[in-house]
Every structure is written in structure tokens, then in C-alpha cells.
């Protein structure tokens, strides 16, 4: 360990400064927002969309092979 290796050339524990702190996140916790949105408007949205009015307006080329980008005008239901 990190620690053995410094007291083995002299470091004492006590004279360590901690430098940053992070906290991870699990992927449940990290999506769950999203989830969420897209499980309430999945139903709203109706059989093959028909309670969605949008428009595509333009494409553009494919930023990866995973994703497209489409530019449009949505309404959105409000409730």
C-alpha cells in the first residue's frame, strides 16, 4: 500500500494533507432521472406517437456510429 511505502522512506501518516475527495455514484443513481422522464413519456407519447406533434427539420451527418442528431419543433403534453 501507498502507506507502508512513504513510512518506509520516512513519511509519517499524520503529515499527509489530503489533496481532493470524490464520491462516486452508481449507474442506477446516475440515470434514474431519465428513467424516470422517459417511463412517463412513453405513455403520454401514445401508440407509434400519435399524442406527439413534431416536426423534423433537418439531420445532421452521424456524430458516432451510435448516434444521429435531428433538429425539430415538438409540443409537449402538459400534463
Same mark, same amino acid.
Given at each position: 500500500?501507498? +502507506?507502508? $511505502? %512513504?513510512?518506509?522512506? $520516512? ?6 494533507? %489530503?489533496?481532493?475527495?470524490?464520491? #462516486? ?6 440515470? $434514474?432521472? %431519465? #428513467?424516470?422522464?422517459? !417511463? ?6 401514445g401508440?407509434n $406517437?400519435? !399524442? %406527439? ?5 433537418? #439531420? +445532421?451527418? !452521424?456524430?458516432?456510429? &451510435?448516434?444521429?442528431? *435531428?433538429l425539430?419543433? *415538438?409540443?409537449?403534453? &402538459?400534463?
Amino acid at each position: 500500500m501507498i +502507506e507502508s $511505502g %512513504l513510512a518506509a522512506i $520516512g513519511v509519517d501518516k499524520s503529515d499527509l494533507v %489530503l489533496a481532493w475527495d470524490f464520491v #462516486t455514484a452508481s449507474n442506477e443513481f446516475m440515470r $434514474g432521472d %431519465l #428513467t424516470t422522464m422517459r !417511463n412517463t413519456a412513453v405513455p403520454a407519447i401514445g401508440t407509434n $406517437g400519435a !399524442n %406527439l406533434s413534431f416536426a423534423i427539420t433537418a #439531420t +445532421e451527418p !452521424n456524430l458516432s456510429t &451510435t448516434f444521429k442528431r *435531428y433538429l425539430g419543433t *415538438y409540443k409537449a403534453p &402538459t400534463s
